[in-house]
T-cell receptor, first 115, second 115 residues
Framework: EPEVTQTPSHQVTQMGQEVILRCVPISNHLYFYWYRQILGQKVEFLVSFYNNEISEKSEIFDDQFSVERPDGSNFTLKIRSTKLEDSAMYFC?????????????FGPGTRLTVL | AQSVTQPDIHITVSEGASLELRCNYSYGATPYLFWYVQSPGQGLQLLLKYFSGDTLVQGIKGFEAEFKRSQSSFNLRKPSVHWSDAAEYFC?????????????FGKGTKLSVKP
């Protein structure tokens, strides 16, 4: 069964460093998402991506964040200058092409620790 | 603003007992609804979903949920809990006519199972 994959599973970085979190969505899906979950808190929407552009982003997704689909398979989340409060589990998700409706398939997550 | 409420932060039940986890949402539009389960250190696994039709939906692992529009609720139930059901459960809501289908999650309910 196809699944969303994410790498690395755990990333440790120093404050102020750039990190790139990688995701490979399910191959025929058209909508892509990043969510984050700070330890002990709820899962929060960061950004959605469709047709090679951001379609919606939350207040959390400020100028320090960017997303890219560089090669038609990978979907990346970049944090330019990490802060301590960026420490969280980051989930990638994808879904097929029905606009506005549909199950999102989540990856296993990348745990980001900022020291 | 759209919101999802899971009023119970932590529930403990005995193995073999029945379970009901509550979820309420706040929004006037037609929702589509999900329950996800997360084991420690793991990603989000879909238990069940409701898009339309029969308001009682069956999911994996013996779970079911009932959509009650009048109460804006989508409570998760299981008639007999197993020790392996110990995990955190998240209710998530999306809305028809929403931008690109990003989900709003509740804060989660942690389920502990007593032997």
């Amino acid at each position: 069964e196809p699944e969303v994959t994410q790498t690395p599973s755990h990333q440790v970085t120093q404050m102020g460093q750039e990190v790139i979190l990688r995701c490979v969505p399910i191959s025929n899906h058209l909508y892509f998402y990043w969510y984050r979950q700070i330890l002990g808190q709820k899962v929060e929407f960061l950004v959605s991506f469709y047709n090679n552009e951001i379609s919606e982003k939350s207040e959390i997704f400020d100028d320090q964040f960017s997303v890219e689909r560089p090669d038609g398979s990978n979907f990346t989340l970049k944090i330019r200058s990490t802060k301590l409060e960026d420490s969280a589990m980051y989930f990638c998700a994808s879904r097929p092409g029905l606009a506005g409706v549909g199950e999102q398939f989540f990856g296993p997550g990348t745990r980001l620790t900022v020291l | 603003a759209q919101s999802v409420t899971q009023p119970d932060i932590h529930i403990t039940v005995s193995e073999g007992a029945s379970l009901e986890l509550r979820c309420n949402y706040s929004y006037g539009a037609t929702p589509y609804l999900f329950w996800y389960v997360q084991s420690p250190g793991q990603g989000l696994q879909l238990l069940l979903k409701y898009f339309s039709g029969d308001t009682l939906v069956q999911g994996i692992k013996g779970f079911e949920a009932e959509f009650k529009r009048s109460q804006s609720s989508f409570n998760l139930r299981k008639p007999s809990v197993h020790w392996s059901d110990a995990a955190e459960y998240f209710c998530a809501v999306g809305f028809y006519g929403g931008s690109q289908g990003n989900l709003i999650f509740g804060k989660g309910t942690k389920l502990s199972v007593k032997p």
